[in-house]
């Protein structure tokens, strides 16, 4: 793990992943406009509820994942990942943007993006590009901006929650309010627990989690199939 971490630390002081990391967390700010959801969500309880839902759109784009790995490596190049997007009608960033944030979530410098690398790059696209919900071409249920919307909203939603001043990023005082939500006593995590959760997300051990950080632990917490090994390898 430890190589893993320095490579996303070392990355983060890149002056182009600084202004990306920056622009998801203005993001994350506007995003409480259009994700009512998140008010819903009340305690650790009713987002593990989400669980089972989230677990199995994940599962779906794992299904997308493999087949845009022409070559069954088991990771997904540029010239992949663009002919994915354009498939998923999410190629609205520029080239040099997707690049950008291609480069960003190969977190493990395999100069391939691994399927939880995927997950986060899609999602973070799916967030930036402002895709719109309207589709005038039908779409299956494995494919098509909607798909990708209903994996990734609810998860958007968790992360608002969990973002109690609403300023983009998490910092652990909220996070632990949050979840040991004292209206819910029955549902209230132990300190340890909540404490073990944050430092999953806080891989520079700065106090402040951005989106992109929170999603790579989120899918260990849902209990996505190889998250675990991959967090902690």
């Not at 992943?17 to 998801?24: F, G, S, T, W």
């Not at 909220?174 to 806080?202: G, Q, W």
Request: glycine share 6%.
């Amino acid at each position: 793990m430890r190589s893993m971490l320095c490579c996303c630390v070392s990355s983060g002081s890149n002056k182009k992943y600084a202004e990306l990391d920056a622009k998801l967390a203005r993001k994350m700010v506007e995003s409480r406009r259009y994700y009512p959801g998140h008010r819903s969500l009340k305690s650790i309880d009713s987002v593990i509820m989400k669980f089972p839902k989230l677990r199995e759109g994940l599962r779906k784009i794992r299904t997308v994942f493999e087949s845009y790995d022409s070559d069954g490596n088991g990771t997904i190049d540029m010239e992949e990942l663009k002919k994915c997007l354009v498939e998923l009608e999410l190629m609205s960033l520029s080239e040099e943007e997707v690049k950008g944030l291609y480069g960003w979530c190969d977190v493990d410098g395999s100069k391939g993006i691994q399927f939880n690398e995927f997950i986060v790059l899609l999602c973070l696209i799916y967030l930036l590009a402002k895709p719109s919900s309207q589709s005038s071409s039908e779409e299956s249920s494995e494919m098509g901006p909607k798909m990708v919307e209903s994996i990734f909203d609810p998860i958007v939603e968790v992360f608002l929650f969990l973002d109690k001043d609403g300023k983009g990023k998490l910092n652990k005082a909220d996070v632990i309010k949050r979840l040991n939500n004292e209206d819910y006593p029955l549902e209230i995590s132990p300190k340890h627990v909540t404490n073990m959760r944050f430092e999953e997300m806080d891989w520079g051990r700065k106090g402040k989690v951005g989106f992109r950080e929170f999603l790579f632990a989120f899918m260990s917490w849902v209990g996505l199939d190889d998250a675990d090994d991959y967090i902690s390898s």
